[in-house]
């Protein structure tokens, strides 16, 4: 009941139910405004998610705008090859089979030259090669008997299919030939189950192979001429950038078991990142050095390039920066090193750091420009003689100093008590272990450092890098002369005038 002098706030229904019991009855309107307000917050929320979507894709395509261009080359692939399916003349040409094409351009048409290169010679071959072979035992078949034929027939379709599935697993195969022998298993089986009911088997694998040739033509005209996306190259940058991407990872780690304020939190962290992009990289170095041999020679690189050696390199780089990850765990765990540990080091971890930093770089703008560095040596040697400074701080470092001895009087404890001297010589004994350890990982990076030295020489080897002293001997051979022509025309002037 509404007291007289209290104003209703809001207004209530209520039932008087037969046991003469009340019941207030609520609006519809609140029940409606939850729903409505769920589905407003369900509509935001597909909104927000399809909007963060496109921004990820915008900062993609501005990122990496070939991805953009190569989107674009499949559209033009798979519109120039409708033009079989839409035009009379050309559908008729190709026996109305033209969609066999537009298929071939859906699975073969790849990022790069070379995985396009790769898959359309696997195709062509594996289907030239089926076709073939299903041809000869159609022939063979149908001269058996009735009774043979679906005999002969089943037969070659289990012991080709199974042969050409074990050879997936072969290592060598699998790695250039995988696709090759699923369309070969693709093809061979379409060619024999077909001829058993269809009596113009020859002008079927006639037609296929014409369309399959267009389409492959196609993409590789295409992917060739337009913007092309070298497999090759892209190995290339991307040994040269986890290069510097592992010196950059070194160098932040020297200055963090130093202890220096010179680098910015936000930079060094990262730079620490380098690392672990190096190590994630084996799959992409395989797949696209793999990709590499199947294109012709372009740019700096030839036909015969040892794509082969950009591998060792980034196992070489690998091993390395196994050891960096090493030291950068320890360097966590190990943050809390009393300042007189660090001191005796600091000289010569920063030496060997840099150092090693700057090889790292030489190797990489070597790479880069294919050209021999003179100064990799020099740099070899200063890295070696941080080495050698380093394992002498390690045999002088004076240890006995830091470390308390007992007292003869107080040694004698009695049972069941514990020395109080005892455990803080033991914690500093492990930070001087840790740190021992720390600056022996420096050495163990310095010298693997020295293996990634040679791979990367093995390489100007096998791709005949251009040397530098080279180009300056032909520039100096020149300079030479037109100063010589330059004299020789001031003294024919000052003759004249004489």
Not at 9 to 25: A, K
Request: proline share 4%; glycine share 6%.
């Amino acid at each position: 009941m509404v007291k007289e002098n209290e104003v209703p706030t809001s207004l209530e229904w209520r039932v008087n139910m037969p046991d003469g019991s009340s019941r207030i009855l609520t609006p519809e309107s609140r029940q409606t405004s939850k729903f409505i307000s769920r589905l407003q917050g369900l509509v935001m929320g597909i909104v927000l998610n399809i909007r963060g979507f496109l921004d990820k894709a915008w900062s993609l395509a501005i990122n990496e705008p070939k991805k953009v261009v190569h989107c674009f080359k499949v559209g033009l692939a798979l519109s120039l090859v409708s033009v079989f399916y839409y035009m009379r003349p050309l559908y008729d040409g190709v026996g109305g089979n033209a969609m066999w094409a537009v298929m071939t351009v859906v699975v073969v048409f790849e990022y790069t030259v070379g995985s396009t290169l790769s898959k359309c010679v696997n195709r062509a071959i594996g289907t030239c090669l089926a076709g073939s072979l299903g041809i000869g035992v159609h022939w063979v078949a149908s001269h058996a008997g009735d009774k043979f034929e679906p005999v002969i027939l089943q037969a070659s379709v289990f012991l080709l299919a199974a042969a050409a599935t074990f050879s997936r697993f072969i290592p060598t195969i699998k790695a250039r030939f995988d696709y090759g022998a699923m369309i070969f298993i693709l093809t061979f089986s379409l060619v024999s189950v077909s001829g058993y009911r269809v009596d113009k088997l020859v002008e079927l694998a006639h037609e296929r192979i014409s369309t399959i040739a267009i389409g492959t033509s196609i993409c590789v005209f295409i992917t060739m001429i337009l913007c092309p996306v070298w497999a090759g190259t892209e190995l290339h940058h991307l040994i040269s950038n986890n290069l510097e991407k592992l010196a950059d990872s070194l160098e932040a780690e020297n200055f963090r078991v130093v202890g220096s304020k010179n680098v910015h939190e936000k930079d060094s962290s990262k730079r620490l990142q380098g690392y672990k992009c190096v190590l994630y990289s084996k799959a992409a170095e395989e797949t696209m050095a793999n990709f590499a041999r199947w294109e012709p020679a372009h740019g700096k690189f030839s036909f015969r390039h040892p794509w082969k050696q950009y591998l060792k390199i980034g196992a070489s780089m690998r091993s390395c920066a196994y050891c960096i990850e090493t030291l950068h765990g320890g360097i966590n765990s190990n943050s809390e090193t009393p300042e007189f540990l660090k001191k005796p080091f600091n000289d010569a971890c920063m030496r060997l750091g840099t150092s090693s930093s700057k090889v790292l770089k030489e190797l990489s703008s070597m790479i880069k420009t294919m050209k021999n560095s003179t100064k990799l040596d020099i740099l070899v040697d200063e890295m070696n003689s941080s080495v050698e400074g380093l394992q002498k701080a390690l045999k002088t470092f004076p240890i006995h100093q830091h470390i308390p001895t007992p007292d003869p009087a107080t040694a004698e404890v009695p049972s069941g008590t514990e020395e109080p001297s005892v455990t803080p010589t033991i914690l500093l004994l492990m930070e001087i272990v840790q740190m021992a350890t720390l600056t022996s990982l420096f050495v163990e990076i310095a010298s693997r450092i020295e293996g990634i030295v040679e791979e990367v020489k093995e390489l100007a080897t096998q791709a005949e890098f251009r040397d530098e002293s080279s180009k300056k001997s032909k520039q100096t051979q020149t300079n030479p002369n037109e100063k010589d022509g330059n004299k020789h025309e001031v003294t024919m002037k000052t003759l004249q005038k004489v």
